[in-house]
C-alpha cells in the first residue's frame, strides 16, 4: 500500500483528521488520538496499534517491529510496506482506529457523530453471589464462664492548694 492509498482509506473513515507531525509524519486522529502514522520521506514507514493478544505475534511477523517510543503502548512498525497485502492493510488500520475509538469517552464519541445519542451499551450481568460454604458443627466442651474482673476507677486527683501571692507594697 503507497501513501496515497493508506491517506484515501483512512479519510474514508469516519471523524477522521490529518496532520502533519514531527517535520515529516503524516498522522491519522480521531478526536485528536493517532491511530495510524506514515512516514512522507521514503522508505515509508507505516506504524498503527494493534490488540494486546496480538502485539507479540504481529511484531514477530517479517518486516513487522514494535513501533521506536510507541511499542510500550502495542503500536507496531512496518519496514517494508510492499510485503502486506491490501486486505491486512485494511484490516490492521481499521482495527487500530476502532481501538483508538473505543477508548474515547462516550460524549466524544457523541460529538464526533461516530456512535448515535441516547444508545447506551447494553449492562454488564452481574455475577451470582455464591452461598457462604455450610460451616461444620462440631461437639464442644462447655467451659465455665469467666467472670470479668471490675477494674476500681481511680479517685480524681485533688488539686494541690496553691498559695496565693500577696500584694507587695510600693516604697
Known amino acids: 500500500m503507497d501513501v496515497e492509498t493508506l491517506r484515501n482509506f483512512c479519510n474514508a473513515l469516519p471523524a477522521v483528521r490529518e496532520d502533519i ?5 503524516l498522522c491519522f486522529t480521531i478526536a485528536e488520538k493517532m491511530f495510524c502514522v506514515v512516514g512522507l520521506e521514503p522508505p515509508h514507514r507505516f506504524s498503527f496499534k494493534v490488540t494486546d493478544e496480538e502485539f ?5 511477523r517479517d518486516g513487522f517491529i514494535p513501533a521506536p517510543y510507541m ?6 512498525s512496518i519496514e517494508n510496506p510492499d510485503r502486506v497485502k491490501q486486505k491486512d492493510w485494511e484490516y490492521f488500520v481499521r482495527q487500530s482506529y476502532e481501538l483508538i475509538k473505543a477508548n474515547l469517552t462516550r460524549k466524544a464519541r457523541v460529538a464526533l457523530g461516530v456512535e448515535a445519542p441516547g444508545v447506551e451499551k447494553p449492562a454488564k450481568a452481574k455475577p451470582a453471589k455464591k452461598k457462604p460454604a455450610a460451616k461444620k ?6 467451659l465455665p464462664a469467666k467472670t470479668k474482673t471490675v477494674a476500681s476507677k481511680k479517685a ?9 501571692k500577696k500584694p507587695t507594697k510600693k516604697k
Open 21 to 25: 507531525k514531527w517535520g515529516n509524519d
Open 56 to 60: 507479540e505475534e504481529v511484531s514477530a
Open 71 to 76: 511499542a510500550r503502548n502495542k503500536w507496531v
Open 137 to 142: 458443627v462440631a461437639a464442644k466442651k462447655k
Open 156 to 164: 480524681p486527683a485533688k488539686k494541690k492548694a496553691t498559695a496565693k
